[in-house]
Structures are given as structure tokens and as C-alpha cells.
């Protein structure tokens, strides 16, 4: 036979021990993983702690009365399923307490913290009415410490302590100072107040129009967290509205304390501006238009790109649709401006900036406005005076233009244009016949000798009133008219 094979043979049983070898030692390095933690019993002094291992392994049990653990070890290593009995405990006292296990070559495994309660307090009349385990097993604690005591003047002590201790439990948490609205908006108010012990946070309001002076007409609430510092969103009130709000907390037993009336006011939505737009570009000056959701004091704030000087002109007037006319400007500037509105409260708004440029003017006038207004003054001579006026975008020279009846005019009467530039125009006629119809139109010519002539105008003046003369000769007339026919 060959040596090999036997070779061969020989470096498999080498190969497989260290690979069994090394199997077995990864597997040995892991701690042993703990798993099913409990308390299987306790009673009022002792307790039987379990658990699993995924491997054998010893059974130790750390725990105290607080996280701070002793020591109770079975130091057998041959184990996966653990138990160990704590003997020795007080009676309805919490316990921490949390598992571990280590196999033979010291791999160790530690479970989180756990905590029982041993028993001594479930014969006490109500006991389960007590929420908290740990408050139940205080509650064992007093009796049985105050079973053990026999001087009146220690129990009239504690008598006074739990008495004490009631009252301020029974005592309704107070509302500490006035609550306050804060982040007021024009649809939302946060309300904040203090309470002298946690409860939950209530808010009633009403619009002041809907108070009645003690009833609320909407509430708000958060109930499920109890807090000393209370916070509460109020959401979908009315812009620039007054309300009146009143706080309530209602703490664990029940009990409520409410603070006083106070008011808040929301604010006014702010300005949304829109359609911006320059109506007319002159050689000094430009118009400005635009409008706004609500109504808004404007101004259009105007920066020369060339020397820096910032400006500003405005209406303080509260509308939804403004005009504003800079003056003063340079010819072939480039001008940047924005438009800001600013609602009742001051809260402002602004647009994006604007960038123009003045040029020479070759636009005429618009003329707008346009009205008349005829009055009668009767007496021996029947005198009427008719006032007309109009407006228009510029500072323009107007003149006016009349004709008695509808033909076309070829001697209409002119009236001299005004001496001065202006953008409003008014004309006084008191040569018009009563009972007349006239034509008139405007003709109008800005500092750049624009001109334009307005469409034709129609007006009829008043009819003359009758005297009292005029009255009774017509009811004679009518009366003795027959006396006109004698004869004929």
C-alpha cells in the first residue's frame, strides 16, 4: 500500500478535529441568550424568579428594593432552565431585580430591569382600587407600620400628616395669575396658563358679539396629558375679532379650577397685493396701480439707481384699489420700486420690486371723471348756473367747449384753459337758457403738447319755474276762456 493514502487519511482527521474544534470554540465565545424573564410566585415574603438559556449555563439573580442590586447565585453550570427562589423579603414592598447566566468558560448574559411587588396588602378593604402596584404596596407599608404603633400622640401626628396631605389633594388646582393668548394670528391664538398641580388644559371662548358674560360658546381641550404648564391652539377664529376665553384644569380626582374671563383680539389678514402695474411712464413721473384683498393704506417706495436717494409716496386712505402718481423724477433714469400696503393693525405687505425707466412723453392725458351739475335761481331775471368737472392722469391744460342743441357746432363756445397744470378740473357756465339742451366736450393737453379731445357731452338744464303771477293768470285763463268766443 502507498504512503499517500495513508497520508491522505491523516490530514482528514486533522482537518475535521479543527474544524469540529473550531466550531465548537465560536460557538463557545457567544453568552448565553436569555429569554422568558417572570415571576413565577410571590407571596409576602419570597419570591421565585425564572428564566431560559439557550445554553447550559449558572442562575444568578441581582435585585433590591431599588435599582441597586444584591445577589442571589445557583453556581451549577448544567442549566438552561433557571429558577431561583429570593426568601427573606419585606411584605408589599417593590422589588428590582434582573437575571443573569454565564457558562463554564465565564460567557455572561444579563437580562434589563424587572420589577415585582411582594404581597401582605391584598386583604386591605379596596386595595385594587389603587391603580399603581407600587402605590398598593405603600399603602401595606402604612397600615402595617401604623398597627405597630400605641402612642396617642404619635397617631394624633400621623392623623394630622394624612389629614393635611388629603386636604391638599382634595383641594382644586388653581389657576395661577390670568392666562394668556400669545402667537395671535388672524385665524389662531395660542393659549398659555399655569395650575399650582398637574391637570389637563380646557379652553372656552366666544366671540365678544356671542358672549353673554358667562357662557362659552365653543371649548377646546387636551385631556390626556396632565401638566402644571398648560398650552392650548386655538384655530379657525375670524380675522380682527375680539374674544373673550376663560382656562379650566381638571385634575386626576376630578376636581376643577377655572381662571377668569380675559379677551384677546385677532389681527387683520394681511394686504395681498395684486395686479401691479405702471399705467403711464412720462419724462418726470410715473403712475402706479394696483389692488389689494382687503383695504390698505398703500405707497410706493422708489429708489434712483444712479444717485441711490430712496423715496416714497402714498395714500394713508383704507381702499382695495390704489393710484400713485411719483413726481419729480429724471428723464432716462432707471427707477426700482416696490408697493407696500399695510392693513388697520400696521401689518405690511410688499410686492416684488418694479424696475422702469423714465422716457419722454408721448402719451396724452386721459380724461376721466367727467360730470355736470345744473342749478336754477329764479327771481325777476331766471339766472342758471351749470358747474362741470373732470379729471384727468396728468397734470394737464384743459379748455371746454359748448354749443347750444345737437348739430354739429361750428361756433362753439370755447373756455380758456387753465393757466396752471392740473389733474383736477372744474368749469362754471352761466350763460345756459332754461329748458335748453347743450353740447359740450373737453379738450386737454399735458406739459409734453399731448393733446386730446374728449367724446361729445349732453346736458339739459332745468325748465324755468312759473311765478305766482304766471299761475293765476293761467287758471283764469282756463277758467273764463269761454268769454274769448262772445261775440265771434
Not at 185 to 211: C, H, L, M, P, Y
Not at 221 to 248: C, M, N, R, W
Not at 279 to 299: H, L, M, Q, R, Y
Request: aromatic letters at 8%; glycine letters at 6%; proline letters at 5%.
Amino acid at each position: 500500500m502507498s504512503k499517500y493514502p495513508y497520508f491522505f487519511i491523516l490530514l482528514l482527521i486533522a482537518v475535521g478535529t479543527v474544524l469540529t474544534f473550531s466550531v465548537e470554540r465560536i460557538f463557545a465565545d457567544d453568552p448565553p441568550a436569555i429569554t422568558g424573564v417572570q415571576v413565577a410566585t410571590s407571596t409576602k415574603d419570597s419570591a421565585t424568579i425564572v428564566w431560559t438559556t439557550n445554553k447550559a449555563a449558572d442562575s444568578i439573580v441581582n435585585f433590591g428594593k431599588q435599582p441597586h442590586y444584591g445577589i442571589m447565585r445557583d453556581s451549577g453550570y448544567d442549566k438552561t432552565q433557571h429558577s431561583i427562589k429570593l426568601e427573606d423579603l419585606d411584605a408589599s414592598t417593590v422589588y428590582h431585580f434582573r437575571v443573569s447566566s454565564a457558562d463554564a468558560l465565564g460567557n455572561q448574559g444579563v437580562s434589563g430591569d424587572y420589577v415585582f411587588v411582594t404581597g401582605g396588602f391584598q386583604d386591605i378593604k379596596d386595595i385594587q382600587k389603587v391603580s399603581s402596584m407600587s402605590q398598593q404596596a405603600i399603602v401595606g407599608q402604612a397600615k402595617d407600620a401604623i398597627s405597630q404603633i400605641t402612642d396617642p400622640e404619635a397617631l394624633k401626628i400621623i392623623q394630622s400628616e394624612i389629614t393635611n396631605q388629603a386636604q391638599d389633594l382634595l383641594r382644586p388646582p388653581e389657576v395661577i395669575g390670568l392666562a394668556r393668548a400669545i402667537d395671535i394670528t388672524a385665524t389662531e391664538a395660542k393659549i398659555i396658563w399655569a395650575t399650582s398641580r398637574d391637570s389637563n388644559s380646557i379652553v372656552r371662548f366666544s366671540r365678544e358679539g356671542q358672549w353673554n358674560g358667562t357662557d362659552y360658546a365653543q371649548t377646546v381641550a387636551v385631556l390626556e396629558d396632565s401638566t402644571k404648564s398648560h398650552e392650548v391652539l386655538i384655530t379657525g377664529l375670524s380675522p380682527a375679532t375680539t374674544y373673550h376665553f376663560q382656562v379650566e384644569s381638571e385634575d386626576e380626582f376630578g376636581l376643577s379650577g377655572a381662571g377668569e374671563d380675559t379677551t384677546f383680539t385677532t389681527k387683520s389678514p394681511v394686504p395681498a397685493i395684486e395686479n401691479v402695474q405702471i399705467v403711464k411712464i412720462e419724462e418726470d413721473s410715473a403712475t402706479f396701480a394696483w389692488s389689494t384683498n382687503i383695504p390698505a393704506a398703500g405707497a410706493v417706495v422708489y429708489e434712483n439707481t444712479v444717485t441711490g436717494e430712496i423715496r416714497s409716496e402714498g395714500s394713508p386712505e383704507f381702499l382695495t384699489t390704489q393710484t400713485v402718481r411719483l413726481t419729480d423724477l429724471t428723464l432716462g433714469v432707471t427707477y426700482v420700486a416696490i408697493v407696500k400696503a399695510e392693513n388697520e393693525q400696521g401689518e405690511p405687505s410688499e410686492s416684488e420690486p418694479i424696475t422702469f425707466t423714465t422716457i419722454r412723453d408721448e402719451e396724452p392725458p386721459i380724461i376721466s371723471r367727467v360730470n355736470n351739475e345744473s342749478t336754477l335761481y329764479p327771481g325777476a331775471e331766471t339766472r342758471i348756473q351749470t358747474i362741470v368737472s373732470w379729471g384727468t392722469d396728468e397734470p394737464s391744460f384743459c379748455g371746454m367747449y359748448y354749443s347750444e342743441g345737437l348739430a354739429p357746432a361750428e361756433n362753439a363756445t370755447k373756455m380758456a384753459m387753465n393757466t396752471e397744470p392740473s389733474i383736477d378740473h372744474v368749469r362754471v357756465v352761466t350763460e345756459f337758457l332754461p329748458s335748453t339742451v347743450y353740447k359740450f366736450w373737453i379738450e386737454c393737453e399735458d406739459r409734453s403738447e399731448n393733446s386730446i379731445r374728449s367724446e361729445d357731452f349732453v346736458l339739459f338744464t332745468p325748465e324755468k319755474e312759473k311765478s305766482i303771477i304766471d299761475i293765476i293768470l293761467e287758471n283764469f285763463e282756463g277758467t273764463f276762456g269761454w268769454v274769448k268766443n262772445i261775440g265771434g
